[in-house]
């Protein structure tokens, strides 16, 4: 068993706030070994070991105070139960408030499957659906297979906006030459739009973006 604590997919950073110094940052770092001990602030290590395995679900709070039980920031939930099961994802959402209706959440699907291997790179797409779009929900896939897990090299900024109602940042690791600045799309699956993002080395400002 492998006991070394260092990223070795990716790191994804949320935060409702224009700038990542502010307060009410959510960091979700990926490691095969790690301790929800040890990270007592808003990080919470995703590890598919011994621990989750034995609980099908588990639900994480996310605080910027040292006591977890006095805010919730965010939730996430790992699931592989019933239906989530059939599709191995693992849905992870986030909230700046207690309740999830009120304001904009966003998704994070995680999936080791083929289908998502296709892409190395980090998959973005909106929802077009009407319950889904009056919450501006943005769903982020992320394919954890060979690329992004051979990828812990240079580093490089995915900065998404949702019609600028909040600020989504994925961080992640990329060790082959940096892509295009923008990159399109295209899911081809009904109720998903096609979108394209850009990949920067700062974080820039919000702007309109077609």
Do not use: I, W
Request: proline share 4%; glycine share 2%; charged share 5%.
């Amino acid at each position: 068993m492998q006991q070394s604590v260092e990223p070795t997919l990716a790191t994804v950073v949320f935060t409702p706030q224009a700038s990542l110094a502010q307060h009410s940052l959510a960091t979700v770092v990926f490691s095969p070994q790690a301790s929800l001990a040890q990270h007592s602030l808003a990080t919470v290590v995703f590890s598919p070991q011994a621990s989750l395995a034995q609980h099908s679900l588990a639900t994480v709070v996310f605080s910027s105070q040292a006591s977890l039980a006095q805010h919730s920031l965010a939730t996430v939930v790992f699931s592989s139960q019933a239906s989530l099961a059939q599709h191995s994802l693992a849905t992870v959402v986030f909230s700046p408030q207690a309740s999830l209706a009120q304001h904009s959440l966003a998704t994070v699907v995680f999936s080791p499957q083929a289908s998502l291997a296709q892409h190395s790179l980090a998959t973005v797409v909106f929802s077009s659906q009407a319950s889904l779009a009056q919450h501006s929900l943005a769903t982020v896939v992320f394919s954890p297979q060979a690329s992004l897990a051979q990828h812990t090299s240079s580093h490089q900024v995915v900065q998404v906006f949702n019609r600028c109602r909040f600020r989504l940042l994925l961080k992640y690791d990329l060790n082959t030459q940096s892509p295009a600045d923008f990159h399109s799309v295209s899911t081809g699956q009904p109720g998903l739009l096609d979108v394209a993002f850009k990949v920067t080395d700062t974080v820039g400002k919000c702007g309109s973006s077609g």
